[in-house]
């Protein structure tokens, strides 16, 4: 199934908003909530799922913190230059 243009707004969002950094999978809950509610959307459980396959296949990796708690971390990539620059 093809993803929503919510769906496909929100991962392009995110993507440069958070380019070059690293969030914990809460701060990433967070953020895709926010940009929900930014366009009176609620999120389900497969929202999330949708944006989340929509970042990794842009790119961003996740990973279990060092800390051994089970906490997942999300790096995004660094922002891609325009084409012609």
Known sequence: MPASKITRDT???LLALDA?????IAQLGEQIETQYAYANRRTT?????QVHRLLAAAGVTSR???IGTGGVLYDFPAA???QGE
Do not use: E
């Open 11 to 13: 991962a392009a969002v």
């Open 20 to 24: 070059g950094r690293t969030l914990t």
């Open 45 to 49: 459980f497969g929202s999330h799922d």
């Open 64 to 66: 279990l913190d060092q």
């Open 80 to 82: 891609i230059a325009a």
